[in-house]
T-cell receptor, first 113, second 110 residues
Framework: DVKVTQSSRYLVKRTGEKVFLECVQDMDHENMFWYRQDPGLGLRLIYFSYDVKMKEKGDIPEGYSVSREKKERFSLILESASTNQTSMYLC????????????FGPGTRLTVL | GQNIDQPTEMTATEGAIVQINCTYQTSGFNGLFWYQQHAGEAPTFLSYNVLDGLEEKGRFSSFLSRSKGYSYLLLKELQMKDSASYLCAVRDYTGNKLTFGGGTRVLVKP
């Protein structure tokens, strides 16, 4: 059974804190993605990675960075959290070929106070 | 860039049929996806269309017209468990990135 896990379901942080969101997949997928989901705006792509140590900006990368040191793990970093980064964060992974489906993790609801 | 539109909310009766429309304007197209997302859960894959026409999978069907920039998801014999958000997404020419619409929340009433 394929699985994408995220380190926390709920997280509360203060403005200015450094925040790490971790995502792990056990399917040996090459591609991994970070999205945020906000009411009325749908899922918006923050960053994605198509291989270890490779990353590419999505549609809304400002205020975020990522790290992919191992194939199974993709981290999203908020260097200095702000209230407008309060959101649901979803991680996904996908095989580079042979499948069209992105598999999503359960999400992390981040609140920045 | 990509621009994707779908209705915000729809209500239907158990046992009925509902059609969720999705229109898109894209700078590159490499397939259209439909995902289902129950409240508080991860999106799960429903269907994929890259050629014009209808793809049927049980009670769910998805249609694509590339010339019109239009797709719909058809849900037949609605069940209460079909109450969820349905997300339309377009893949770009690189095959890596999905751009999602805002999602359509479907409420199934008894």
């Amino acid at each position: 059974d394929v699985k994408v896990t995220q380190s926390s379901r709920y997280l509360v942080k203060r403005t200015g804190e450094k925040v790490f969101l971790e995502c792990v997949q056990d399917m040996d997928h090459e591609n991994m993605f970070w999205y945020r989901q906000d009411p009325g705006l749908g899922l918006r792509l923050i960053y994605f990675s198509y291989d270890v140590k490779m990353k590419e900006k999505g549609d809304i990368p400002e205020g975020y960075s990522v790290s992919r040191e191992k194939k199974e793990r993709f981290s999203l970093i908020l260097e200095s959290a702000s209230t407008n980064q309060t959101s649901m964060y979803l991680c996904a992974s996908k095989r580079i070929a042979g499948s069209n489906e992105q598999f999503f993790g359960p999400g992390t609801r981040l609140t920045v106070l | 860039g990509q621009n994707i539109d779908q209705p915000t909310e729809m209500t239907a009766t158990e046992g009925a049929i509902v059609q969720i429309n999705c229109t898109y304007q894209t700078s590159g197209f490499n397939g259209l996806f439909w995902y289902q997302q129950h409240a508080g859960e991860a999106p799960t894959f429903l269907s994929y269309n890259v050629l014009d026409g209808l793809e049927e999978k049980g009670r769910f069907s998805s249609f694509l017209s590339r010339s019109k920039g239009y797709s719909y998801l058809l849900l037949k014999e609605l069940q209460m468990k079909d109450s969820a958000s349905y997300l339309c997404a377009v893949r770009d020419y690189t095959g890596n990135k999905l751009t999602f619409g805002g999602g359509t929340r479907v409420l199934v009433k008894p």
